[in-house]
């Protein structure tokens, strides 16, 4: 199957590091013109606008803090000054900030449900108004606009320890599929991905040495994720090769979310 985003503009938000940069190129080496999103690193947001356009893709760098109201609203206005037109957000930021319950500060709280749930819908009602701006272009895609949600398994698997992370993500899962119920009619498809253990900055001390032994008893696939297996998976979840897909969480993980635990007890 040839995927070509030809002609479409995506916005990729935390597109520095990790999953977002892998989708950005991702995106780019399909055809998309890239906006990447930073917040605080600039350098290698820039470093990866000169290599998709080394390659031929255009890109752009534009720095954002996604809980803040007024630097989404001027991303998006950054974008559409640079490109035109948008037919592709996705919304990846996220943090961790990681406590017990009974030691975590309201600080702790606010900012992980500020960046990874009110920063989601910031970007989403961004997106949402730009393309009500939009007609339908045939040409280069069946839909009006395409929304990617960056959620996690643990929008469904409890996590002690990281209960503003957890409630972050499942408020993801119900901000997704209830944005999918109200907009699906003006043809704009909304879904989420929703990654296992995937090899990036976030989860690193996880990710080596002895604790990646440990992580993988939680994997029934055998290994953990690298960020291309996400990066695919977007590039697909935003081309026509899967128009009728609308409101979905498709989980990247490995069997994660499977409960392996379950294997040998129960
Ligand atoms: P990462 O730390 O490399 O990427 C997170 C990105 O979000 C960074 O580029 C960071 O600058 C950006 N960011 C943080 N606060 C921001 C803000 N206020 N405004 C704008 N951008 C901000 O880690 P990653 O693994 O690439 O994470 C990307 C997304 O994937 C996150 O939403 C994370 O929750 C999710 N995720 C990752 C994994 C994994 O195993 N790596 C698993 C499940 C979900």
Not at 220 to 228: C, D, F, I, K, T
Request: hydrophobic share 45%; proline share 3%; net charge negative.
């Amino acid at each position: 199957m040839q995927i070509s985003l030809k002609g479409q503009v995506a916005l990729v938000t935390g597109a520095s590091s990790g999953l977002g940069a892998a989708a950005a190129k991702g995106l780019a080496d399909s055809g998309a013109a890239v906006v990447v999103n930073f917040h605080s690193q600039a350098g290698p947001a820039e470093k990866l606008v000169d290599e998709i356009r080394a390659a031929g893709g255009q890109a752009i760098a534009v720095g954002a803090d996604v809980s803040k109201e007024k630097e989404v609203e001027q991303l998006f206005e950054k974008t559409i000054e640079a490109f035109g037109r948008l037919d592709i957000l996705l919304a990846n930021s996220g943090l961790q900030q990681d406590a017990a319950v009974d030691q975590m500060t309201l600080e702790q709280w606010n900012t992980v449900i500020n960046v990874n749930l009110t920063g989601q819908f910031l970007c989403a009602r961004a997106a949402l108004r730009q393309f009500a701006t939009q007609e339908i272009r045939p040409d280069i895609s069946r839909a009006l606009g395409k929304i990617i949600h960056m959620s996690s398994v643990h929008q469904v698997i409890p996590w002690a320890g990281h209960v503003n992370y957890a409630a972050s993500k499942g408020g993801v899962d119900l901000l997704m599929r209830s944005i999918a119920q109200e907009v699906g009619e003006r043809r704009i498809r909304v879904n989420s991905i929703a990654p296992g253990a995937i090899r990036t900055a976030i989860n690193t001390k996880a990710t080596s040495g002895d604790a990646e032994n440990k992580l993988l008893k939680l994997i029934p696939y055998g290994r953990v994720g690298e960020p291309e297996d996400v990066a695919n998976a977007v590039v697909w979840l935003a081309s026509d090769a899967s128009d009728y897909i609308h409101g979905a969480t498709l989980f990247i993980d490995g069997g994660m979310s499977l409960y392996p635990g379950f294997r040998d007890n129960g």
